[in-house]
T-cell receptor, first 114, second 116 residues
Framework: DGGITQSPKYLFRKEGQNVTLSCEQN?????MYWYRQDPGQGLRLIYY???????QKGDIAEGYSVSREKKESFPLTVTSAQKNPTAFYLC?????????????FGSGTRLTVV | AQKITQTQPGMFVQEKEAVTLDCTYD???????LFWYKQPSSGEMIFLIY????DQQNATEGRYSLNFQKARKSANLVISASQLGDSAMYFC?????????????WGLGTSLAVNP
C-alpha cells in the first residue's frame, strides 16, 4: 500500500544536538511538506518542496534544514539553533501544488528535548 | 491573504446525535479547495472530505457532509450519528491555485468530545 512513513515515532534530543527526522513516501507525489504542531495548536509550515533539489521556507524555518535529493524522501534536520524544538512533527505530500489536492500525512514524530 | 477561522475551540455531542463544526474562510482566489481533517489522540491526520469552490453540490462522505455556503464563505462540517470514535481534533483547511495561495492553510481546530 502506498503511503508516507515517518521515523522515528519518538525521538529524544539533548541540548545542542542536531537530529534528523525521516520522511519517505511511495505515492509518487511531487510536493512534500514539513509541519510543526505544539500541544493544543494548529499546524505551522516549516519547509516545503515541489520538486527534487528544490525547497522553500515556510512560516517557521529558522533552526531547521531540509534536503530533497530524491522524490521519495524529504528529511528534516532540527539543528541546535532551534531553541524550542519539543513538538510534534508531521510530514505530508500531495500530487501537485493545486487547489483540488489535499495532503496525505505520515503518522508523525514526537520530539522531546531532554 | 487567505485565512481560515474555526471559532469553536471545543464541542460536546451525545453519541448518535449530529454535530456541526464551524469553519469560515477568506480568500481572493476564485478557485480554491476546502478540506476537513480529523486528528485523533494518536496524532495522525486523517482526510475526511473535500469541497471545490466551483462544485454545485455539497460534498458528502459517509457520515460526513460539508455545508458549503460560498456567499457566506463558510464550509461547516456536519457529522451525523456521532460515534465514540469521532472524539478528536478537527481541522478545516483551504488551498488555492494562485502563487502563495497554493499551500494548505489551516484553522486552529475544534476539539470534539462524544459522550456515551
Amino acid at each position: 500500500d502506498g503511503g508516507i512513513t515517518q521515523s522515528p515515532k519518538y525521538l529524544f534530543r539533548k541540548e545542542g544536538q542536531n537530529v534528523t527526522l525521516s520522511c519517505e513516501q511511495n505515492l509518487n507525489h511531487d510536493a512534500m511538506y514539513w509541519y510543526r504542531q505544539d500541544p493544543g495548536q494548529g499546524l505551522r509550515l516549516i519547509y516545503y518542496s515541489q520538486i527534487v533539489n528544490d525547497f522553500q521556507k515556510g512560516d517557521i524555518a529558522e533552526g531547521y534544514s531540509v534536503s530533497r535529493e530524491k522524490k521519495e524522501s524529504f528529511p528534516l534536520t532540527v539543528t541546535s539553533a532551534q531553541k524550542n524544538p519539543t513538538a510534534f512533527y508531521l510530514c505530508a505530500s500531495s500530487p501537485l501544488d493545486r487547489a483540488a489536492y489535499g495532503y496525505t500525512f505520515g503518522s508523525g514524530t514526537r520530539l522531546t528535548v531532554v | 491573504a487567505q485565512k481560515i477561522t474555526q471559532t469553536q475551540p471545543g464541542m460536546f455531542v451525545q453519541e448518535k446525535e449530529a454535530v456541526t463544526l464551524d469553519c469560515t474562510y477568506d480568500t481572493s482566489d476564485p478557485s480554491y479547495g476546502l478540506f476537513w481533517y480529523k486528528q485523533p489522540s494518536s496524532g495522525e491526520m486523517i482526510f475526511l472530505i473535500y469541497q471545490g469552490s466551483y462544485d454545485q453540490q455539497n460534498a458528502t462522505e459517509g457520515r460526513y457532509s460539508l455545508n458549503f455556503q460560498k456567499a457566506r464563505k463558510s464550509a461547516n462540517l456536519v457529522i451525523s450519528a456521532s460515534q465514540l470514535g469521532d472524539s478528536a481534533m478537527y481541522f478545516c483547511a483551504m488551498r488555492g491555485n494562485a502563487g502563495n495561495n497554493r499551500k494548505l492553510i489551516w484553522g486552529l481546530g475544534t476539539s470534539l468530545a462524544v459522550n456515551p
